[in-house]
């Protein structure tokens, strides 16, 4: 049990669980962008640990490059913007895999993959490390999952709780009760 500020949490998926997983989602990328030099396009902050786990275990040709999610409340309908930043990569023509930490309602994934669209690429595809079934809002395309998880509050391996935990090298789940 580890404590971060204010909350206790336990161990949800330890180190050796989380890299087994992201290997065989690393090995399933290797067979199906063989020649196809793909890039992949990491989410900061959260997707750090696990674009660089699954990175190591990529043997084909291929790129990557870092984007941030800017939220801003802007005068729109929809209430809050995600705006990409940081995108200095030319990704028309290419083969984009989007790697991102944890897709919950889905709004995120959705925004990021609209504003990739506009850059034309060949194809664009999703490696997430947790997707939340119960949470999600948004018809996304998930095509490389590494765990499906129940609708709680986890830290550790690149996600934070108010900015901490990120370092830890496992899975944590809050405690309830
Ligand atoms: P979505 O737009 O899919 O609802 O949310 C995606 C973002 O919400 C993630 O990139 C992450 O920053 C945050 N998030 C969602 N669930 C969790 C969670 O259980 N733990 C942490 N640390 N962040 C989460």
């Known amino acids: 049990m580890i404590q971060i500020k204010d909350k206790t949490f336990e161990v949800f998926i330890p180190e050796a669980g989380l890299a087994e997983k992201v290997a065989a989602v690393a090995e399933r990328i290797n067979r199906d962008y063989e020649g196809k030099n793909p890039v992949f ?17 990529i043997r084909i040709p291929c790129e990557i490059t870092f984007v941030k999610v800017a939220s801003y409340h802007a005068m729109h309908s929809t209430g809050k913007v995600k705006e990409l930043i940081g995108l200095t990569e030319d990704l028309a023509g290419r083969h984009v895999v989007v790697v991102e930490d944890i897709v919950d309602t889905g ?33 996304v395309p998930l ?12 830290v550790g391996y690149g996600l934070d709780y108010d900015g901490y935990g990120r370092n830890l090298a496992s899975l944590y789940v809050l405690r309830e009760g």
Do not use: W
Not at 41 to 57: I, P, R, T, W
Not at 112 to 117: G, H, N, S
Not at 143 to 154: G, L, T
């Open 143 to 154: 095509d490389y999952v590494c765990f499906e998880i129940a609708n709680r509050f986890v």
């Open 41 to 57: 396009v990491a989410v900061l902050n959260g997707s750090f640990m696990f674009a660089a786990d699954l990175l190591k275990k």
């Open 107 to 139: 709004i995120t994934m959705e925004q990021i993959l609209a504003q990739l669209r506009t850059h034309r690429p060949a194809s664009v595809k999703t490696a997430v490390l947790l997707f939340k079934p119960e949470a999600l809002q948004r018809d």
